[in-house]
Structures are given as structure tokens and as C-alpha cells.
């Protein structure tokens, strides 16, 4: 019986997919592409030895932006667009549960940012050979700090940053309105990195009200911290495999409670 | 057996402002019963609550009260949607798709393998008319030609119930002649179909029963055969060259003088009656002497337009009930009650 369910989360979030594909999501690619193009031509450069690692760096970043951009703009859309243009008559009158309708949204988004992750790293490493290959002599002996396998763990963690994201933008695109669902959803992006100084800030405040609002972003906002390893991996510092399975399991878990709360939403949602 | 059965089926929307929060009530007690095989026509102006009635049963949206039952199961549950097929009213699909993916697709909703998937999609663009337009993005498609694959999605698993809103809305004579086929098929074949419509001569050359629904509420359910079925109400005579002297003694006669101009129309009632009968020939001889010409000739049975229309003067409705909110619904304010899905009635 759970495999049925599970054929028909396959079934939309493989629809979902086709839709990103088709409404050309994925030309994004090309403004990345030619970023770390930019970034290896130009920081580059600008550096003396340490070019491949700006190159890491601009790339990384710009995944992460990218992914995020992604998560928000069509997450928030993703029940919004199915209410606007109607569609959602058609698929709720057909025997599917709601939350099969959800996740298989959810599910779709994600596979499309996978999908858009693994070209990005196709491309910053072709990049990155490319760049060695033709400025190896310029290459300062022990400036690589960072290798394709850190590389990799960084990327891991971006999408799981994203993947915790998108469930974010999922749960606002069943309670609020398109353009506040964009709005909130950044904002928990921005607050979710500041969330460890919001408690040492509220800490550091005098009034109990201002240190008891800080102390709650801090337990409910999630922690996107705990998946930037960007600035470790460029600075060739390691982390451990135990920092990267917690902050796994930590993102499962908030992914999976806010995905709860956005099933129950949709559970009672009308769709007049 | 009864496809759909509703007792006391009550829907209100809540609406607010800046200043205040009201309801409306969309429907109103609704007590329907279809039977199966019959083809059911849903009938009334627009905002009636037809739209909403249809997403009601089909979980869409919740009742504020009451309850309702199709093909026997409650409409909370999700399992009877296997035997219904839904074509919404200006149905807007996924126009990225093809007209072979969009129906796949629905059709991998209902868990069918990939060769019954594709017989399935290949016979039934062959019995919309679509065969050609397969590979064609629905974003390309006519409105003809979205109604009509809108009508294939609804078909994808042989449904034992169809409800199809406004299915011959934005259509051309000739498609609402195909799609009407596929109802008188749908029927041929033992299934119930209850539809909306606006087009009262189609209504009236399909259904087996209608129900009028008027600001919320089923005024009445009629029988078509029983109800058209009935005696001559009026004969209708279009006449040229009629004088004075002629229309004095038509009027004499029980004649009604309808219109004048340089044709006069004019009508007898009660033709039922044996004196109505009578009236014929003395008002043709009085056409005759007094010199002017039969033109035509016409009787008048009951139609469905005359009981629209008089189910629409005893509501008492307003000459026009459109209201133009996202869902069309009658305008009757009423004290908020709690709805939701835990809000259903027993």
C-alpha cells in the first residue's frame, strides 16, 4: 500500500520537474557558468597563487545563492500556481491525498535542484581542470587547501541547506500569500545564518522581552549555519564527518516537522 | 441505487474587509439525490451554487453543515474518487504538457500500468477528436480543443459517476454536438452523469432529470420526459395584411395580439381546452375574410426555458443574481459558523 503512495509522490513530483524544466528553470545554469568563467578569468588574477581557491569560493557562493533563489521563488509558487491557474481542481478530485500531493510538490522541486547542484559541480570542476591545466606554472606550492572531495562535503551541505529551504517556502506557500510567502521565506533564510548571534545578542541585552525574543528565534528559526562549511573548506581547515552527519540529521528533522505543519495546513486548505 | 446523496448540505463563505467580517451563504440545505444511469442536469444562474455543490462532494472545499454521500461512500474519504471523473468549469490544465503526457499523467494517478496507460490515452483522444494534437503542447491548444481533452482526463478511469461543469461552455455547435455524443454515450453505457449547463436546449435534449438551484437552494427537481411530455399550451400565428376589422374579431375570438408591425403575431391559449380548440378555426376563418395572409403557424409545448423562468420569478430573484467573485456565489449575509474539515455534520 505505501508503495502506492509512493508511486503517486513519484508521479507529480516527476510532473513537477517537467514543469521546472520546461518553464526553463534551468537557465540559471548559464548565469552560474558564467560566473565562474568571470571568477576564474578575473579574482583570479587579482590573486597571487591562490586562484583556484577564489574560483572554489565564487562558485560555492553562488551555488548556494542560486539554490536559494530556486527554493524561494518557485517553492512559494508551488501550491500558489496550482490554485491560480486551477490545476489543483482537476489533481484533488482525482484519488490522491493531500499530503501525497505535497510531497510529491516538494519532491519534484528538490530533484530539480539536484539535478541543477550536480551541473553547477560539473561545471566548477571542469572549470577548475581547465584553469590548472593552462595556469599550473602559476600554481604557489600548498595554496590548494581544499580538494573535490571537501569540495563535495560543501556541496552535500548546500543542498541540504536548500532541501530545509524549500520546506520553508513550501509551509508559507499553504498559509500565506505569494509575495509575503517570498518575503518570509527570505527572511528566515537571512535570520536562520544569524541565528547564534541573535542569542548572543540577546544574551548581552538587559531587557528580558528583547533576550526572550532572541532566546525563541533561536530555538524555532532553523540554524543555517550548521551547514555552511564554505569558509572552513576555502580555508583549508577540516571538518569532521560527525559535524556533517549532525547537521544532516538536523536538517532532516526540521525539514520533516515543517513539512508536518505544511500537510496539516493543506490538510484544511479549501480551494474556492 | 443513489450515485449522490446530500442531506442538508450548507456551505458559507467567510469574507472580510477592513471595517467588518460577514458570511455569505453559497448553499443553502441542499438535498439532492441522483440515481445511477440518469443523466442529471444542474441548472441555474450564475453564483447559484452549482460550482460549489460539485466541489463539495468532491473535497475541494468543506461544508459549514450537513453532509453527503457518493456512490455510497462519505465524501470525506478519498477511495470514491476512483469511480469519478471531474471536468472543471473553463478547465485550465498544465500547458507544458502534451496531450498524450497530460492524460499519462492523470492516468498514473490512478495507478494503471504503462500499456493499459497507453491504450487508454490512445483511445480516448481518439473519442475526443484529438488523435492529430497528441504531441502538441496544451499551451497551443484551442478552447475547443482544452474542453474536449478536459473531458478525456475525466474519462481516464471509466468512471461510474461523470460531473462535468459547463462542459459545453466556450464550445462551437459542432463540438457541442460531440460532446453531447459522449454523454448519450456515457449513459449507453450504464454510467450516471450529472452536469452544469447554461445552454437550456441542450440540457433539454440530454438530461433524464434536472434540479433548479437558485441563490443556494434546490428549488425543484423535475422529471424532463414527464414534464415535456405535456399537452399544447399555445398556438402562435404569424399574419400579414391584417386589418382593423380582423383583429377585433380575433380578439372577440380569444386571440391575443402578441406583436404588430407589419407582420401580426398572434397567440391562443388554453388550446387544451375544448373552447381553446374551437378558437382555431373561427380565428383562420376570421384571417381569411378579413383578407390577410397565414404566414406560419406554431405550437407551443412547455419548455425548460419556461420553468427556468418561472422557478425564477417564484424565488422572487433579482433580474440578475451575477456576482463576480473568485467563486460566483448569491450574496446572503449570515452569522459566521466554524467550518473546516472537523466542522461536517453527522
Not at chain 1, 491557474?85 to 490522491?96: A, D, F, G
Not at chain 1, 541565528?195 to 525563541?216: F, I, M, Q, Y
Not at chain 2, 478536459?150 to 478511469?157: R, S, T, V
Request: glycine share 8%; hydrophobic share 45%.
Amino acid at each position: 500500500m505505501s508503495l502506492l503512495y509512493a508511486m503517486v509522490i513519484k508521479t507529480i513530483a516527476v510532473n513537477t520537474f517537467r514543469e521546472a524544466i520546461r518553464d526553463k528553470i534551468l537557465y540559471n545554469l548559464l548565469v552560474f557558468t558564467l560566473i565562474v568563467i568571470a571568477a576564474s578569468v578575473l579574482l583570479g588574477r587579482l590573486t597571487i597563487g591562490q586562484d583556484q581557491r577564489v574560483i572554489k569560493d565564487v562558485g560555492l557562493a553562488a551555488m548556494s545563492l542560486f539554490g536559494v533563489l530556486i527554493a524561494t521563488f518557485v517553492g512559494t509558487s508551488l501550491v500558489h500556481k496550482e490554485i491560480r491557474k486551477k490545476t489543483i481542481y482537476t489533481m484533488i478530485s482525482k484519488p490522491i491525498r493531500r499530503y501525497e500531493f505535497i510531497l510529491g510538490k516538494y519532491c519534484g522541486l528538490l530533484l530539480t535542484m539536484f539535478a541543477n547542484l550536480v551541473i553547477m559541480i560539473v561545471v566548477l570542476f571542469a572549470v577548475l581542470m581547465l584553469h590548472s591545466l593552462l595556469f599550473s606554472h602559476q600554481l604557489v606550492s600548498g595554496s590548494e587547501p581544499m580538494g573535490y572531495a571537501s569540495l563535495l562535503k560543501a556541496v552535500a551541505l548546500i543542498f541540504f541547506e536548500l532541501m530545509l529551504i524549500t520546506s520553508v517556502a513550501v509551509l508559507f506557500s499553504t498559509i500565506s500569500t505569494p509575495s509575503l510567502s517570498v518575503f518570509f521565506t527570505l527572511a528566515v533564510y537571512v535570520i536562520g545564518h544569524l541565528t547564534v548571534d541573535l542569542k548572543e545578542l540577546g544574551a548581552a541585552s538587559k531587557s528580558s522581552l528583547v533576550n526572550g525574543l532572541c532566546s525563541l528565534c533561536y530555538y524555532v528559526l532553523p540554524n543555517l549555519d550548521n551547514f555552511n562549511i564554505r569558509a572552513e573548506m576555502v580555508r583549508g581547515l577540516s571538518v569532521g564527518g560527525r559535524f556533517v552527519f549532525y547537521a544532516i540529521v538536523y536538517g532532516a528533522l526540521y525539514m520533516t516537522a515543517v513539512l508536518l505543519v505544511s500537510i496539516l495546513s493543506m490538510e484544511r486548505k479549501e480551494f474556492v | 441505487m443513489l450515485v449522490v446523496r446530500t442531506e442538508n448540505l450548507t456551505k458559507e463563505f467567510r469574507e472580510s474587509s477592513l471595517i467588518r467580517r460577514h458570511c455569505v451563504k453559497a448553499l443553502d440545505s441542499l438535498n439532492l439525490q441522483v440515481e445511477m444511469g440518469e443523466i442529471f442536469g444542474y441548472l441555474g444562474p450564475n453564483g447559484a451554487g452549482k460550482t460549489t455543490t460539485f466541489k463539495l462532494l468532491l473535497g475541494l472545499i468543506f461544508p459549514t453543515s450537513g453532509t453527503a454521500w457518493v456512490l455510497g461512500k462519505h465524501i470525506r474519504e478519498v477511495k470514491f474518487k476512483r469511480e469519478v471523473g471531474f471536468l472543471p468549469e473553463q478547465p485550465y490544465f498544465y500547458d507544458y504538457l502534451t496531450g498524450e503526457e497530460f492524460l499519462d499523467f492523470y492516468a498514473q494517478l490512478f495507478r494503471f500500468d504503462k500499456g493499459t496507460r497507453k491504450q487508454k490515452v490512445r483511445n480516448l483522444l481518439a473519442m475526443v477528436g484529438l488523435e492529430e494534437a497528441g504531441s502538441t503542447q496544451l499551451r497551443k491548444f484551442s478552447r475547443g480543443m482544452l474542453q474536449r481533452i478536459g473531458i478525456a482526463q475525466a474519462l481516464i478511469n471509466d468512471p461510474e459517476l461523470v460531473i462535468l461543469d459547463e462542459p459545453l461552455s466556450g464550445l462551437d455547435p459542432i463540438g457541442r454536438k460531440e460532446v453531447r455524443d459522449i454523454i448519450f454515450r456515457l449513459k449507453s453505457e450504464g454510467r450516471t452523469v450529472v452536469f452544469s449547463s447554461h445552454v437550456l436546449s441542450d440540457v433539454e435534449a440530454i438530461c433524464d432529470r434536472i434540479g433548479i438551484l437558485m441563490q443556494g437552494r434546490l428549488q425543484r427537481v423535475e422529471r424532463l420526459d414527464e414534464f415535456l411530455n405535456v399537452e399544447v399550451e399555445s398556438v402562435e400565428m404569424t399574419v400579414s395584411g391584417l386589418n382593423q376589422m380582423g383583429r377585433e374579431a380575433i380578439q372577440s375570438l380569444g386571440g391575443q395580439i402578441i406583436h404588430d408591425g407589419s407582420k401580426t403575431v398572434i397567440a391562443v391559449h388554453g388550446i387544451s381546452s375544448p373552447i381553446g380548440e374551437a378558437a382555431i378555426p373561427q380565428i383562420l376563418a376570421a384571417i381569411r375574410e378579413s383578407g390577410a395572409k397565414l404566414a406560419s403557424m406554431m405550437s407551443r409545448t412547455q419548455s425548460l426555458e419556461d420553468l427556468f423562468v418561472e422557478t425564477n420569478a417564484l424565488n422572487g430573484a433579482a433580474k440578475d443574481t451575477r456576482y463576480k467573485t473568485q467563486n460566483a456565489r448569491h450574496e446572503e449575509e449570515v452569522p459566521c459558523v466554524e467550518s473546516g474539515v472537523l466542522g461536517l455534520g453527522s
